[in-house]
């Protein structure tokens, strides 16, 4: 399905004359989709036609929409048939130029392209690297180790508090972070800017293991903290000693000794009041 809508995509582009360049990105431009992936476009207009282009409208001429929405990035998303996301940032001409900004393409030049009436595209996309590289050396302890511990204390002393809740959104925080951490000692970098994509297939099964424990419900993060704690430690050696930066070995056992005293302590929690009574 998702192939059949490409092609109308890009039967669309091509003869909105109004259109003067447009780029698919994400999973189907690196050629890495499924029948799960989304399809997404950049479409860049003159101003004259911007003006006049209703997002939902211009979507519905591709197939069926269920919904549209505006997200928190300012892309206009829609939901296609078989619940299939479709992704358009509604841009000008005068945005191309932003392209150069982006840290990779993530693609071929040629499988992104999908129209170019003046050629201001294509070369823009191929100064970019299609990968985007890490930072390596002492900045990326800094960059995705320290983070890591920041995150991971602050979810430590909410949950003992009782606010777990707020202690479940610090925990997402600390994964992040420890996905990257992982990434970076075992040299799995392939999907840097999205960590997560991809981790089962392109990490370790063990880490993979480990990293599925330190996830949990709001209302078990006392037990994935220790979890998340054990591999970010495991992996912070690594990159201590792979960049010759001294670990924090004072805060990790720190750390190390306060999770294990919040195992066995009761967590500070009252019932919130209802409204009703």
Do not use: K
Not at 12 to 30: I, K, R, T, V, W
Not at 64 to 69: M, Y
Not at 147 to 167: D, I, K, M, Q, Y
Not at 192 to 209: C, D, G, K, M
């Amino acid at each position: 399905m998702q192939e059949e809508l490409i092609a109308r995509v890009r039967a669309a582009c091509l003869a909105d004359e109004g259109l003067d360049a447009a780029l698919m990105y994400g999973s189907f431009a690196a050629d890495e989709a499924d029948e799960h992936s989304d399809v997404e476009f950049w479409l860049f207009f003159t101003p004259a036609r911007r003006a006049e282009v209703d997002p939902a409208r211009w979507c519905g001429t591709i197939a069926p929409i269920s919904h549209g929405l505006v997200n928190e990035f300012g892309t206009y998303v829609v939901f296609f048939p078989g619940l299939i996301r479709g992704e358009f940032h509604f841009a000008t001409t005068a945005d191309i130029a932003a392209v150069a900004e982006w840290p990779a393409r993530g693609a071929a030049v040629d499988r992104m392209v999908v129209v170019d009436r003046r050629g201001a595209l294509a070369p823009v996309l191929a100064a970019l690297p299609q990968r985007y590289e890490p930072v390596e050396g002492p900045e990326a302890v800094a960059r995705y180790c320290d983070p890591f511990v920041n995150w991971l204390v602050l979810a430590h002393h909410l949950t003992s508090r009782g606010e777990l809740l707020r202690a479940w959104d610090a925990l997402g925080h600390v994964q992040r972070h420890l996905v990257w951490m992982a990434r970076l000692a075992h040299g799995a970098t392939e999907h840097w800017l999205t960590p997560s994509r991809r981790a089962e297939w392109e990490l370790p099964p063990e880490i993979v293991r480990a990293l599925r424990a330190s996830t949990t419900s709001a209302e078990d993060v006392r037990r994935a903290l220790p979890a998340a704690f054990e591999l970010g430690r495991r992996c912070w050696t690594v990159l201590a000693d792979r960049y010759e930066v001294e670990l924090p070995t004072r805060l990790l056992d720190e750390v190390a000794a306060a999770l294990r005293v919040a195992t066995t302590s009761p967590i500070d929690s009252t019932e919130p009041i209802s409204n009703s009574q």
